[in-house]
Each structure stands twice: as structure tokens, then as C-alpha cells.
């Protein structure tokens, strides 16, 4: 009993040490340690209260990162100031396709509250202006509040808080009658230093701790395609990161109950601890909803998991495989569930499983044994290197922002601020990167706003005609800027200022100047040109020409006299063309010279060259084969004659057998 409720305690402390690092009402001022992403916020008018201020961008909803948004202010009814009702009548502007941009004053709720309702009241945009005077604040969503999860994952729209100065100044120019204007500018909230947007993804390897690790969990399902594309294509580095806490003074915890207790939710001697799951397993089963014989998941054993996750980002990396963390962990969260058990439950037997699948689906993208040789023994007493990496980085420094909430994502080292499903998550990679370097999924309907459209005209740009049949505008992620397209030259020339550069795009004759690519005529376009052909010939990839009729491309196909050439369509000749169809025949009484076929010569000539030629070879044969034998009669004469005369020489030293050769001895 005792131990049980020491253990509770113990928890009770866990949850206490997590959510005091969280800012997330309305009311709790003290955000020192919540990092606060700001926007610009221009008042264009009335001129009285023109301005431009910071805003500090809502955890909540769907930032427009990399865009701006131009709308008019508008307050709620008298009344409901504050927003935290439905409002009893919809927001509209007083000039026509206007954006509305609700004007909010903090208070008496949540801040998403607030936005939602302005939302559904038809704004497009929400400003919230502080009730104190203080520094900027991030609106953050409260924690464990089922209710309002549910209303923050319906805000689609942008927020942003204003400092009260600011707020009361649009504030008092309202009341007064006037229309007030105002900018919301997103585009440097994100760095855009180059074509390649490095981000990091904080999250818990944990799917059972609440609707909050479902949704990470989810993400990674729904995720894993675009950035496995935008990894393998180096548009990103993605590189995931796990949250943590220390069992601080771990071995001067007075109570030997409590020790087990920390001992339990962390690894490496209680110096390394996962803030999401349990710490016991009587607490743990109540969670899961008890029974069912469902092994709970310990801290320590979720953040086994969160090492061994980032050993293998880490080997994958080293390899340039980064990619390979979102196949595995979409796949953890399906395969090995928190609900799960034995070799299909969270664990390291079904970890291994789902590695070895994967190395040998993407052969050998994950080295097993560097792995678990990365991970050691998460029993001993002793740092880890890796995790202490992760604790330096949680806790931030003067180049980069502590985090404190789960999920978090860093886009080049900038929080992001928004929902966390595909479309806002990609919206704020796209806005990371360069002007004009962006990959093309950046530029898709869904993700940014075209402006280089009719309706637009066509940002102001040089267009050729009224429907902008060709036009200067090239759209980018941020925006738009003015370049004369491919075929046109800038009127202003190759050094002209921003301000003149593609509002004025003369065509190029590439013709007259000698820049065409054609093989025979070419013939100026609008933008462009293209390329002809003489008779006989055809076009081949709309720059060459290859002769499609030798008999039209040539006089009489280039036959001789007395033949006549014939286009013999049958006969199907290189598909390229690079073979002329078409024949010389010859009249009667003529053959083609087999020296040259496109020349005809009489036929008894052709007989009597025949003739010649026979009696040359046959004079050669015979000349060959007397030659052969006479060599042959010679060179046996030779040796018939050398054998006698070394038997003469012989038969003056010794008696000579004259038995011939083969015989039997007498």
C-alpha cells in the first residue's frame, strides 16, 4: 500500500516537473522559457496609426509561412470583445473580396477558443491584443484538455498576439469609424538561407500516452512519403529528437521506494527519464484500461526505444540514408503498438524484427550490430554520449531555443508554429527554402497560392497580350518576381534594378542572330522559333533534317544516266531517317555497276568485265597450283639425292646393311 502510494507520489511529481515547463493558458504570463516565433504586422491605415510591430505566432492553427496576408481589421459586436462565445454575427469588410481580420482582446478563455470562433464567424485571419503590458507570448494550447484538442484541430486560419500598445491603437481607430488595414507577414519567420531546409522532428517513439501521441503517431504514417521524396532528393535533412528528464540527485533520494520508482522510468541509472509514459505497473494498467493480459509500457523501456531509434538515425545518416528513421518509425507505431505483445509489442524483440525487415527489403539500410552496439547497456551506471548530445540541445543555448513540448518541429533552427498534419508541416519546410530553389511540390496548389495568374495580372509583370499567352511572372513559394521567360529579352537589359526587370520583354529573332539550332531553314515565333525542312526531307526532334525521299531530295535521286530513280516506300529504311527510300533502275539493256549502284553500264560490258575477271582468278589459281607442285617435286628430288651421297661417305668406314628398309634379318 505504502510502496503504491509512493509511487503515485512519485508521478504526481514527474507530471508536476513536465507541465510547469509548459506555458499554455491564457492567463499565465510568465512564457520566459516558451520560445516565441514572431511575425511583422504592418498597420497600413488609417495614416494616423500607421505602424509596423512584431507578432508572436500561434502554436495552434495554420501559419502562412513564407506569404503575407492583407485584410481588413474588424472587432465582434459590442460585447464580445473577447471571443469567447460564438459570435452573434458574422465578420465582413466593408470592401468587397477583403480578407477579415478579427481583432481580439485576450481574457476569460483559451486563446484557440478564441480564434475559433472568430473563424467560424468568417475570418481569415485573427490578431489577439494583449490585456497587460509585457513582452510577447506564445499561445500556446492547454495540456490534457480533450475539449479544446478537439477545437484546435478545426482552426485553419492564422493567429497572432500583439502587444496591447498595438491592439489599442486599431483598437481606437475602429471605434472612431475609421477602416483599418493591416499586413500579417510570415516570410522571415522561417530562415531561408539556401536550397536545402534542414529540420528536426521532437517527438516520443510512446503511441500510447494519450490523444497526443496518437497524433505524432499518425503524422508518421501520413508523413513518411514526402519525406522520405524530399531526404532522398537532398531537398531536406530531417533528423529526429526525443524529449526527456533527469532523475536529478537520483542517488540521494531519501526513500528506497522512490528510488525504484525513478529507477523504473529511466535508464542509465536514473540519469535519463521519458515524460510520457508510466512509471509503475499497476498505474500503467489503468491507463491502458487493465486486463487482457497487456504488458505495460515503463518509462524506461520507452526510452530504451527512444535511444535505439536515435542510433539508428544516426548510423542511417552517417550512410546518407537519413530517410531510413521515417520507414522504421512508421512502421514501429503500426507493427509494434504500446496495446501490443510479445514480438508485436513495444519492445526491443519487435524493434528488431521491424529493423531486420527493413534491411532486408532496402538492402542492408540499417546495420543491426552497429545499432545495438550504439545502444549498450541501458542498465549501466554510466552517461551516454548520444543522450547527452539530446539533453544539450533540449535545453537550448544562445544560438538556439530551449523545447519544452512534445511534438516540436525546428526548420532551420526556427520553431514551427501550426497544426501538425501534412499540408502545415510542408507548408513550413517549403518556406525554408531560397527564393526560386524550392522543388516543385513546394509550388503544387495545395501547399502555395499562384500568383502569377490572369486574375492577378500577372503580378504586374510584362505579359505579351491580355491573356498573358506568354508573361514575366515566375511564381515562388514566397511570392512572385518579374523575369522575361525563356525566348524574350529584358527591354531594360541584363543589369536592370528590381524595380524595371521584367516589366518590359522584347522577342529574340534566334535567326538573325545566328542562335538557332536548326539544319536547313529556320523561321522566327513569338518566343521562340522553329525549324523547316527543304523537299524530301523530314523534320527529326524538331531540329534536324534527315532525307525521307532520296528521289525528291536529289535530281533524279542521284542516279546516273541511262537509270531512273524509283521511291520504293516498302522498303522501310532507319526509323531516323538516317537512310534515304528510294532506288536507281536501270533501262533496259543497262545494269548497275557493282562498283557504283547509282550508275547504270551496258550489259555485255558488265558480261565482259565478268569474263576478265573470271580469267584473272583463273590464272592466278593455276599459277598458284603449278608453283606448289613444283616446289613440292623439288624438294623431294633434293632429298632423295642428299640420302645417296651420305651413304657413299659412310660406306668408306664401315660395311653398310643393304638390306632394305623393312626387311627381315637373314
Known sequence: MMKSFASSTLNLIICFFVIINIINVDDVSDAADFNVQTGSLQITSPEAIRQTADSAIGDFGVPLYGATLVGEVVMPPTGEERGCAPLSKQLVATSPNMPVIALLTRGDCFFVEKVHNAQQAGAAAAIIMDNVDEGLLTMANPVDNPSVDVIAEKVVIPSALVAKSVGE?????????????????????????????????????????????????????????????????????????????????????????????????????????????????????????????IKPVLGREVMAENLRQLCLHRNAAQNGQSWVWWEYASRYVDECPATGSGSRGFGRDCSLRVMDDISREFRGAIDLQKIESCVGDVDEDLPHPLLDEESKLQAGSNQRTKVILLPTIMINERQYRGRLDVQSVMHGLCAGFDESTEPAACLSSVIERNECTRDNDFGGCWKSDSAGTFHACLDTFRGYRCECPS?????????????????????????????????????????????????????????????????????NGGCGAHATCISDPVEDKRFDGREADGRCQCDDGYVLDPHNIKMCIKEHKFHEGISIGMFVLGSIVVVLLLATIGYSLYKWRLRQHMDAEIRQVLSQYMPLDTTAAGAAAP
Open 487 to 555: 525566348g524574350f529579352r529584358d527591354a531594360a537589359g541584363e543589369n536592370a534594378d528590381l524595380e524595371t526587370k521584367g516589366k518590359s520583354c522584347r522577342d529574340i529573332d534566334e535567326c538573325a542572330e545566328g542562335t538557332h539550332e536548326c539544319d536547313q531553314t529556320c523561321e522566327n515565333t513569338v518566343g521562340s522559333y522553329r525549324c523547316l525542312c527543304a523537299p524530301g526531307y523530314r523534320l527529326v526532334l524538331d531540329r534536324a533534317c534527315f532525307v525521307s525521299d532520296m528521289c525528291k531530295a536529289f535530281p
Open 169 to 293: 491603437a486599431m483598437r481606437g481607430a475602429l471605434k472612431e469609424g475609421s477602416r483599418v488595414v493591416a499586413e500579417m507577414d510570415w516570410k522571415e519567420s522561417i530562415s531561408h538561407p539556401d536550397d536545402r531546409v534542414e529540420y528536426e522532428f521532437w517527438t516520443t517513439s510512446n503511441d500510447g500516452c494519450g490523444p497526443n501521441c496518437e497524433r505524432q503517431a499518425a503524422f508518421k504514417r501520413d508523413f513518411k512519403e514526402k519525406a522520405i521524396k524530399f531526404d532522398q532528393g537532398e531537398h531536406t535533412l530531417s533528423t529526429p529528437h526525443f524529449l526527456m528528464w533527469h532523475c536529478t540527485n537520483h542517488e540521494s533520494v531519501s526513500s528506497t521506494t522512490d528510488k525504484e520508482g525513478c529507477y523504473s522510468q529511466c535508464i542509465r541509472g536514473g540519469r535519463y527519464c521519458d515524460p510520457t509514459a508510466s512509471s509503475d505497473e499497476q498505474s500503467r494498467s489503468e491507463v491502458m484500461g487493465g486486463g487482457g493480459g
